[in-house]
């Protein structure tokens, strides 16, 4: 099939949207951002009506865009953020907003799941225990608003829900679905054992299918308000993380991705479904026969944005934040920061860390404490690093992605305290890229997703500085014990604050 295929990534804070040709050449895009809702502490949620429409728009705005270059002909894949949960009523109308990754409401529920079954669901299902996937999050909402349970009759990810709006067909793919906590992965069927103990039925739940399948045409009168044919189709696409080592091509064995956006996160590829001794990774399902072994931490950029906060009169820019961070010399002049201000994923899955500054005194200065932010941030990452190494082996290749890759300083940063050399990808695809690739495959334009990895051009490497490189092992260690002695603070701190707030 001839025509132009779109790429819509669904993130937390906005909407993107990239038409591409048949020779992978973008031809227009759109953005829209969106805003997240914290209605009370732990709880993070975004209004799916809203997304719809910023959805629609961008969809539009590039098909404007585009202009008469637009054949009739196209085809839609999409990218969307993991974890969501939306609770939907029979006529799948949302009877709530969507919870996001981020929601920690499931804490102690999690921790209940966690005594009772040790790893067992970890090794069935490749997700953690932890408040981000839907055992916790279902297993608390059944504990907890009793009415909104009675009354719910379907359970969706947000991407299943815009799917269903623009083509009135219900199903969701296995990447989608292996990133919820519900999905065995051996069998790639839902996991009714689980389903029965939390109390829904497969029929809760959608149908499901390949990223790489074609789900349907957009509704008529949709088509026709966005100014597209109503020859226009949807595939079912995936996640944005899954996605994204599409996007950058690290689609092959020993080709890692590693991105630091908002958060931060590792994984490469496998073709059997892998799990961690210690339940330190997850393992989500890519695409075509692909599993993605991997870790995430909640803290990445998100950590500059909290520094910037801290003077909102005379906010500093990115720029000047790594700049100024430049000033201070390895090691941060003895501070050393763990920076666990949204709690923390991968390696040790503790929602109940938080943010502590180690070493502070009467002379330190505030590009000593930005500097150890960026460390922080760097260590931490290279910690979830080593324990999707032990999983998969040594990479003989890293591919940076995300928004730390607009800052020489904090790629070479990484690359020192990882002791890993990093490439970057001369153009900026990411999951938009990855979801048209879903969309080519499904109409047979490409066999295979990877089939485009070496289209793909990189710059040249950031090496490692070699006795920086040595200075941060050090750190690492340091680090490591700082973790584990505050361990038990801040499980004692997050108590209080429930008490508090």
């Given at each position: 099939m001839s025509?132009?295929?779109?790429?819509?990534?669904?993130?937390?804070s906005?909407?993107?949207?990239?038409?591409?040709?048949?020779?992978?050449?973008?031809i227009?895009e759109?953005?829209?951002?969106l805003?997240v809702?914290?209605p009370?502490?732990g709880w993070?949620e975004?209004?799916?009506?809203?997304?719809?429409?910023?959805?629609t728009?961008v969809?539009k705005?590039?098909?404007?865009?585009a202009?008469p270059?637009?054949?009739p002909?196209?085809?839609?894949?999409?990218s969307c953020?993991?974890?969501?949960?939306?609770?939907?009523d029979?006529q799948?109308?949302?009877l709530?907003h969507?919870?996001?990754?981020?929601?920690?409401?499931?804490t102690?529920?999690?921790?209940?799941l966690?005594a009772r079954y040790?790893l067992?669901?970890y090794?069935?299902t490749?997700?953690?225990?932890?408040p981000?996937?839907?055992?916790s999050?279902?297993?608390?909402?059944r504990?907890?608003?009793?009415?909104?349970?009675?009354?719910?009759?379907?359970?969706?990810?947000?991407?299943?829900y815009?799917?269903y709006?623009?083509t009135?067909?219900?199903?969701?793919?296995y990447s989608?679905?292996?990133?919820?906590?519900?999905?065995?992965?051996q069998?790639?069927?839902?996991?009714a054992p689980l389903?029965?103990e939390?109390?829904?039925?497969?029929?809760n739940?959608?149908?499901?299918?390949?990223?790489?399948?074609?789900?349907?045409?957009?509704?008529?009168?949709?088509?026709?308000?966005?100014?597209l044919?109503?020859?226009?189709?949807?595939?079912m696409?995936?996640?944005?993380?899954?996605?994204?080592?599409?996007g950058?091509?690290?689609v092959?064995s020993?080709?890692f991705?590693l991105?630091?956006?908002s958060?931060a996160?590792?994984?490469g590829?496998?073709?059997?479904?892998k799990?961690?001794?210690?339940?330190?990774t997850?393992?989500?399902?890519?695409?075509?026969?692909?599993?993605l072994?991997?870790?995430?931490?909640?803290n990445?950029?998100?950590?500059?944005?909290?520094?910037?906060?801290?003077w909102?009169?005379?906010?500093?820019?990115?720029?000047?934040?790594?700049?100024l961070a430049?000033v201070?010399?390895?090691?941060?002049?003895g501070?050393?920061?763990?920076t666990f201000?949204?709690?923390?994923?991968?390696?040790?899955?503790?929602?109940?860390?938080?943010?502590?500054?180690?070493g502070?005194?009467?002379?330190?200065?505030?590009?000593?404490?930005l500097?150890?932010?960026?460390?922080?941030?760097?260590?931490?990452?290279?910690s979830?690093?080593?324990?999707?190494?032990e999983?998969?082996?040594?990479?003989?290749?890293?591919r940076?992605?995300?928004?730390?890759?607009?800052?020489p300083?904090?790629l070479q940063l990484?690359?020192?305290?990882?002791g890993?050399?990093?490439?970057?990808?001369?153009?900026?695809q990411?999951?938009?890229?990855g979801a048209?690739l879903?969309a080519m495959?499904s109409q047979?334009?490409?066999?295979?997703?990877?089939?485009?990895?070496?289209d793909?051009?990189?710059?040249?490497?950031?090496?490692p500085d070699?006795?920086?490189?040595?200075?941060y092992?050090?750190l690492?260690?340091?680090y490591h014990?700082a973790?584990?002695?505050?361990?038990?603070?801040?499980q004692?701190m997050?108590?209080w604050?429930?008490t508090?707030?």
């Amino acid at each position: 099939m001839s025509g132009e295929f779109m790429g819509i990534d669904i993130g937390t804070s906005g909407v993107r949207a990239v038409i591409y040709d048949e020779n992978l050449t973008p031809i227009s895009e759109a953005t829209k951002p969106l805003s997240v809702l914290t209605p009370r502490p732990g709880w993070v949620e975004q209004n799916p009506v809203i997304i719809l429409e910023a959805v629609t728009d961008v969809i539009k705005a590039t098909a404007n865009k585009a202009g008469p270059a637009l054949s009739p002909s196209l085809t839609m894949g999409f990218s969307c953020m993991m974890h969501s949960l939306l609770v939907c009523d029979k006529q799948l109308k949302p009877l709530d907003h969507a919870w996001l990754w981020s929601d920690l409401r499931s804490t102690t529920t999690a921790k209940e799941l966690r005594a009772r079954y040790g790893l067992k669901l970890y090794h069935r299902t490749g997700c953690p225990t932890h408040p981000a996937f839907w055992p916790s999050k279902l297993g608390w909402l059944r504990q907890n608003q009793p009415i909104l349970w009675q009354s719910a009759r379907y359970f969706l990810s947000l991407k299943d829900y815009l799917i269903y709006n623009l083509t009135g067909v219900l199903a969701t793919d296995y990447s989608t679905a292996s990133s919820t906590g519900l999905l065995c992965s051996q069998t790639k069927t839902w996991d009714a054992p689980l389903l029965a103990e939390l109390g829904i039925e497969l029929n809760n739940l959608p149908p499901l299918g390949e990223p790489t399948e074609l789900v349907g045409r957009l509704h008529g009168d949709l088509a026709q308000a966005l100014g597209l044919s109503s020859d226009t189709y949807v595939t079912m696409g995936g996640t944005d993380g899954t996605l994204s080592n599409v996007g950058v091509g690290a689609v092959t064995s020993g080709n890692f991705a590693l991105m630091i956006g908002s958060s931060a996160a590792c994984r490469g590829v496998s073709k059997v479904p892998k799990t961690h001794p210690q339940g330190s990774t997850w393992c989500y399902y890519l695409a075509q026969d692909t599993w993605l072994v991997g870790g995430a931490t909640n803290n990445g950029g998100n950590m500059l944005e909290w520094f910037q906060n801290l003077w909102p009169k005379s906010m500093p820019s990115f720029e000047e934040l790594t700049n100024l961070a430049a000033v201070s010399p390895p090691g941060a002049r003895g501070l050393l920061f763990l920076t666990f201000l949204a709690g923390e994923r991968s390696p040790a899955w503790n929602p109940s860390a938080r943010g502590t500054i180690l070493g502070l005194t009467l002379s330190h200065k505030p590009q000593d404490i930005l500097r150890a932010l960026f460390e922080g941030v760097c260590l931490q990452t290279t910690s979830m690093c080593q324990t999707v190494i032990e999983v998969l082996g040594m990479p003989h290749t890293i591919r940076a992605t995300g928004g730390f890759t607009k800052s020489p300083f904090w790629l070479q940063l990484m690359a020192d305290v990882s002791g890993l050399p990093l490439q970057v990808t001369s153009t900026s695809q990411g999951s938009a890229f990855g979801a048209a690739l879903m969309a080519m495959v499904s109409q047979g334009v490409i066999r295979h997703f990877a089939d485009v990895e070496t289209d793909i051009e990189l710059d040249s490497p950031i090496l490692p500085d070699p006795s920086n490189q040595v200075f941060y092992q050090r750190l690492q260690g340091l680090y490591h014990s700082a973790y584990l002695g505050e361990e038990a603070n801040f499980q004692l701190m997050a108590d209080w604050q429930d008490t508090i707030l």
